[in-house]
């Protein structure tokens, strides 16, 4: 069965939409969209590195990943507004990664597709590393669940707990960084930030609890995943594209659906 | 023996240090009413206490076993984060429904169980935020100004309710108010801050002292000899108590 390309494509789009999914919750929650997109934007230059020092593109991804959030968390609150500091920082790292890669002798490597993502063309071995990816990042949030929810709704209230926030912080960071490692291959570094919070929006009209909003995110995230697929197989679109497509008219969908139910 | 024990605090943001050496202790069942001007360093007395700030200077003692509620200062919730009032108390972990409905009932707001925390009206947030506080059955209630976005009946009311809780439950109360009149009223001690405590002592006491009405006039002192005088005179109760039936009113 996995000697198709179509079904190791579908496998890979759903493992990235499981993972995606309870972490886009919060980054929609926690305003932190920008946030999703500078981490993925700064993957590249990850990439390069790996390509330079012949790592796994995913080891690379994520250490320039988490690089990228620390060196966010320390600079922020420093003199400039959050979405100044992440700018430079997201098109620096973008821009020095195509940069690097051009240094890179040797080795020819198709940088659209680290770009764009490449679905089709994924691995046995790379969907092992996607469905490894997406488990660990689903355990470590529902592992942290109550205590990253309570840090979301109010860092003082999180503290009267017992809570650390700025720890909850760090496991969120960690899941980023292993889903835009994992999501690469898939959607690529433009559109992860996409995989990330277009399911989330779509399923916020739908949900009435923190839970029922994350698995709804799954579910959308899943189907867009394999519809998308289809779509691109059938009118011979770009795969990831069509993946994000198929999530945004959903979105669409379940607004209209909510404006509806209001006038009702 | 003590609450907690907070011993020649200071608390420092860069250069600006906000506290200095301050110490308080807080009794079993006490009602404490902190009040100093903006930028006192009120909020982070309390921040400190709770562990959201790291003292420069100092420590705080808890005695064994202290369980703690805190009510925020107005807190935002992000319209794109869906939460029941229901899910937003059992959060803390093992907590059962009738505890959901008692901190409700104890809270004055026995109806929002269904509601989304996001659709809440002002003074219905402030009653969950205090019925989250209440659910853990703490020992020890921390309220940062609760009552700011309050109309003067809903925050009346809202304080009115404090009591009742501390006479049930004989938790103490730590609280940050700019109601002057209505908060002292309703205190056994007021510790006045300004970046270090002033004064402090019973309301009366501190109305009195010159630091206060250096700070904040003679005109409150005036404001806390009309609440004497509601209070002789009884008013107060039945006045009260029509309030928190036009709060309920409206809420619903």
Excluded at chain 1, 48 to 66: E, P
Aim: include cysteine; hydrophobic fraction near 50%; proline fraction near 3%.
């Amino acid at each position: 069965m996995l000697d198709d390309f179509m079904v190791r494509a579908a496998l890979a789009g759903v493992g990235v939409a499981v993972a995606a999914a309870p972490l886009g919750c919060f980054v929609v929650w926690r305003r932190m969209a920008y946030f999703g997109d500078a981490t993925a934007h700064a993957a590249i230059l990850g990439v390069a590195l790996s390509l330079a020092f012949s790592m796994s593109v995913f080891v690379g991804t994520i250490v320039v990943a988490l690089l990228m959030a620390l060196v966010v968390s320390v600079l922020s609150g420093r003199g400039y507004a959050m979405d100044t500091l992440l700018g430079v920082l997201a098109h620096s790292a973008l821009a020095v990664g195509l940069v690097a890669v051009s240094f890179i002798s040797g080795v020819r490597i198709d940088l659209m597709a680290y770009l764009f993502g490449d679905i089709l063309a994924v691995s046995r071995g790379d969907l092992s590393v996607i469905w490894g990816g997406a488990v660990l990042v689903v355990v470590l949030i529902g592992w942290r669940w109550s205590a990253l929810l309570t840090s979301t709704l109010s860092e003082d209230l999180a503290y009267a707990s017992g809570i650390k926030p700025k720890r909850e912080q760090l496991v969120l960071t960690i899941a980023l960084a292993i889903t835009v490692a994992v999501a690469i291959k898939v959607v690529g570094v433009l559109l992860i930030a996409a995989m990330l919070i277009i399911p989330a929006a779509a399923a916020r009209p739908l949900s009435r609890t923190p839970e029922g909003m994350a698995i709804a995110a799954g579910l959308i995230g899943i189907l867009s995943a394999i519809i998308g697929l289809r779509a691109a197989y059938v009118l011979d679109t770009p795969a990831g594209p069509s993946i994000v497509c198929v999530a945004a008219i959903t979105f669409v969908a379940t607004s209209i659906l909510k404006g509806l139910g209001r006038q009702r | 023996m003590s609450l907690v024990q907070v011993e020649d605090l200071s608390v420092r943001y860069g250069a600006r240090t906000v506290l200095s050496r301050v110490s308080l202790q807080v009794q079993p069942s006490e009602i404490i009413t902190i009040v100093g001007p903006n930028g006192s360093g009120k909020t982070s007395l309390l921040r400190a206490i709770i562990g959201a700030v790291k003292p420069s200077q100092g420590r705080i003692v808890w005695g064994s076993g202290v369980k703690i509620g805190y009510v925020p200062q107005k807190l935002h919730i992000d319209e794109t984060l869906p939460i029941t009032v229901s899910r937003f108390l059992k959060l803390p972990g093992g907590i059962a429904v009738a505890d959901i409905d008692y901190a409700l009932a104890q809270a004055g707001v026995p109806e929002l169980t269904k509601a989304q925390l996001s659709q809440l009206s002002g003074g219905q947030f402030q009653r969950v935020l205090l019925a989250r506080a209440l659910i853990g059955k703490p020992d020890f209630l921390l309220l940062d100004e609760a009552t700011q976005g309050l109309d003067q009946r809903g925050s009346a009311s809202f304080y009115q309710q404090i009591e009742t809780v501390r006479q049930t439950t004989g938790c103490a109360v730590l609280m940050i108010s700019h109601e002057l009149h209505v908060v002292m009223s309703a205190s056994d001690r007021v510790i006045c801050l300004n970046g270090h405590v002033c004064c402090e002592g019973t309301p009366a006491v501190v109305a009195s002292a010159p630091e206060y009405r250096a700070l904040f006039g003679t005109g409150t002192g005036g404001a806390l000899a009309l609440y004497r005088h509601e209070h002789d005179h009884g008013h107060d109760h039945s006045d009260h108590a029509d309030h928190c039936h036009d709060h309920t009113e409206t809420a619903e």
